[in-house]
């Protein structure tokens, strides 16, 4: 079964919109109580269908990279998902999992329906791995569809989990960023800076390496030792830093675009938003033309 996770899709808040605003059109009998409604029904759709249509695009119009060379920036990967360290630990039923989702619900007292009493999710990263490299992906803010879902009741509680697991081939598009030696942008210069800014703070360690006269103050020759040796060790903190691995990571874009992460394939995805882009433009020309035709009949 499809679920959606971490935040509510569109399409499925809109749509039980759209039916509730039937139920209320039915329910209230009266001509304006259905222009309102359909008014409501066609504006709701129009959202729900530009909210589709755009996941569709960015789910269709990025191609897949691979990891070992994608290129900084909004990308799409598939890999295989492992634990970063250790392996997440499920709420309720304490499997090894990458992603947990849980939800508690307790039978109301006139066993008419469910009150929530426990909901949270797990934040850790966790790592996929597509043979030419691996992404740590960070699953904080991102729209995470899922096809493993448990439900189960004790008593008067109803417990339910929906994972990610490390046996899943693992769908993400979002911001992929390079941290290490090869994404270096520091200078040796500005190494040097910082290296003679950091000597200064500790002046009397300063004036015992370099105030050869023992004057208190460092002439100009003192001064060009004291930026020889500065330039020295910026070369090695450079090396250092340089010689760091590469760690890759998929974040959350910072320009707002959909950070989306599940353990669905590309097509199923697309097949998905396809889906949901035609029922929501059938809606809004099936909305839009019963309130053209009620304009037109003012008979209820």
């Known amino acids: 079964m499809l679920v959606s996770l971490k935040r509510e899709y569109a399409q499925l808040v809109t749509s039980g919109s759209q ?31 530009y909210s589709a249509l755009h996941r569709l695009r960015m789910v269709s119009g990025t191609p897949t990279s691979r990891i070992g060379s994608a290129a900084q920036g909004y990308v799409e990967l598939i ?55 691996k992404c740590v992906v960070d699953p904080e803010h991102a729209e995470i569809l899922t096809r493993h ?8 509680l109803r417990y339910t989990e929906w994972k990610l697991l490390d046996i899943d081939d693992i769908y993400t598009l979002g911001e992929f960023k390079t941290v290490g030696g090869s ?3 520091t200078t040796h210069e500005d190494l040097v800076k910082d290296v003679l800014s950091e000597w200064k703070m500790d002046n009397e360690n300063l004036m015992q390496r370099f105030d050869l006269d023992n004057n208190g103050v460092l002439d100009m ?23 760091q691995p590469d760690t890759n990571f998929m974040l959350k874009p910072h320009d707002g675009r959909l ?35 009620l304009l037109q009949n003012p008979v209820i």
Request: hydrophobic share 40%.
């Open 259 to 293: 950070y989306l992460i599940s353990n669905l394939d590309h097509e199923k995805l697309a097949w998905r938003y396809k889906l949901w882009t035609g029922l929501h433009l059938t809606i809004l020309f099936g909305s839009l033309g019963a309130l053209g035709w």
């Open 221 to 243: 020759r003192e001064w060009g030792l004291a930026r020889s040796a500065a330039k020295r060790e910026a070369e090695n903190r450079l090396n250092e830093l340089r010689a």
């Open 149 to 156: 879902k448990d439900s189960w009741t004790t008593g008067d």
């Open 79 to 133: 890999g295989q998902g492992e634990p970063h360290g250790n392996p997440v630990m499920s709420r309720y039923s304490m499997l090894p999992c990458l992603w947990c989702r849980h939800l508690q619900e307790k039978r109301s007292s006139d066993n008419k329906g469910w009150h929530t009493v426990e909901k949270g999710e797990t934040s850790a990263p966790f790592v996929i791995d597509d043979g030419s490299g």
């Open 19 to 49: 039916l509730f605003l039937l139920f209320v059109g039915i329910k209230l009998e009266s001509y304006a109580g259905w222009l309102w409604c359909l008014g409501l029904m066609a504006f709701i759709s129009l959202m729900a269908w």
């Open 183 to 185: 994404t270096l942008t």
